[in-house]
């Protein structure tokens, strides 16, 4: 309970400079958050990806009203740049998930096609 009381100045300067910097660059209009607060929660809120910097546009815009939690990988915890900021932000870890194409047994990989003969 503390520590989550001392954590809140810091998250909420965090997410002011973030919105400052951003709101430089970008123009974000929103719409319809009024609708989605009318309805009951929780709410699953994901970014479409088209750029690396749309999560955190999402996140700056909506954190006030949601206090919503990012997911990130698990390796974004061992980067000392990025670990921090997973912590702050209350992120909720994802294990690395290996593609299925690879073999458990360390082998080659397998792919779905058959490899085509040199010319």
């Known amino acids: 309970m503390i ?13 002011a400079v973030l919105r400052v ?7 974000v209009k929103l719409a319809g958050k009024a609708k989605v607060r009318k ?5 699953l809120i994901l970014p ?4 690396y910097v749309d999560p955190p546009l999402l996140l ?3 954190w006030p009203s949601f206090q919503m939690r990012p997911l990130l990988l698990e390796t974004n915890f061992q980067n000392p740049l990025l670990a921090p900021l997973g912590f702050l932000l209350r992120a ?10 690879v073999s458990r047994g360390g082998g080659e990989r397998k792919r779905p096609w058959p490899r085509s003969s040199p010319p």
């Open 3 to 15: 520590g989550h009381l001392l954590l809140w100045p810091i998250r909420w300067t965090l997410w």
């Open 21 to 27: 910097l951003l709101a430089l660059r970008y123009r």
């Open 39 to 43: 309805s009951p929660g929780p709410y």
């Open 48 to 51: 479409n990806h088209v750029a």
């Open 60 to 62: 700056t815009h909506l």
């Open 92 to 101: 909720v870890r994802m294990p690395k998930i290996f593609p299925a194409s």
